[in-house]
């Protein structure tokens, strides 16, 4: 169900259309290929269809929405080839971050961490995806803030970036591996506590990355088959 908007908040009407459309698109009401009619858009919002239109374009510039001949304008889909080869190298430079940085984290950053991971547990009872992903990118942010390489840190934040342009939430394709994704930083920030080693850390942080890799890939193609092999994944981290 659409919720009703009160368009008579600040701003001009075409960023209050901008911000109610986007905030339908990563609250899920809009999901991946939902299609956008702006003379409907605009009775909703009490408005005329040129802020709409204003509104949607600036969407498809941030990756929210694609035109399409024929059909317009529609919630964008998880690029899926880019999404698995952009984890595939986040999962090697998160690692070797994340193993970096640990001997300089002090106790202040894991506790950090813990909090973090703590209100994402918190999260899973009424599941919110993207604010699950905000959550998750904020954790690995402080394991791999203090790497001491600042063009691998740049690496990995590029990397990020990358993403967030590809993907809204991948949570929200595979909710049920949120639950797994917290106990496995629980167990990261448990070993660096310990001190284990670099390599182990490493190992553990890639393998954190590529287990929200396969999840996805399993998800997709359990999607296919339902759909005579015309799933296409979307969503509103990793």
């Known amino acids: 169900m659409v919720e009703p908007v009160d368009m008579r908040r600040g701003g001009s009407k075409a960023d209050n259309a901008y911000e109610t459309i986007k905030a339908r698109i990563e609250g899920g009401q809009y999901g991946p290929g939902h ?4 003379d409907q858009l605009a009775r ?4 005329s269809p040129v802020p709409v239109r204003e509104a949607v374009r600036r969407l498809e510039a941030e990756g929210y929405v694609t035109f399409q001949r024929n059909v317009g304008a529609t919630v964008a889909t998880v ?4 999404y698995v080869f952009t984890m595939q190298v986040l999962g090697l430079l998160e690692g070797a971050a994340t193993a ?9 950053d894991l506790e950090r961490a813990r909090e973090l991971n703590n209100q994402m547990r918190e999260s899973l009872a009424q599941f919110d995806p993207v604010g699950f992903t905000r959550l998750n990118r904020e954790f690995h942010e402080v394991l791999c803030r203090r790497c001491p390489n600042p063009q691998l840190r740049s690496l990995v934040e590029r990397e990020w970036s990358r993403l967030d342009v590809i993907r809204r939430t991948t949570f929200g394709i595979v909710p049920g591996r949120a639950t797994r994704s917290v106990l496995e930083h629980e167990h990261l ?14 190992r553990v942080a890639r393998e954190h990355k590529l ?8 998800a997709t193609a359990a ?8 799933f296409s994944a979307g969503g509103t981290a990793s």
């Open 211 to 218: 287990a929200t890799l396969r999840a996805f890939q399993d």
């Open 35 to 38: 299609r956008l009619v702006f």
């Open 44 to 47: 909703e919002l009490s408005v």
């Open 189 to 202: 920030v448990r070993l660096i506590e310990a001190g284990a080693s670099a390599g182990e850390i490493e």
């Open 100 to 108: 970096m940085a640990a001997p300089v984290l002090s106790p202040a």
């Open 79 to 82: 690029d899926s080839d880019q």
């Open 223 to 230: 999607g296919a088959a339902e759909s005579g092999g015309a």
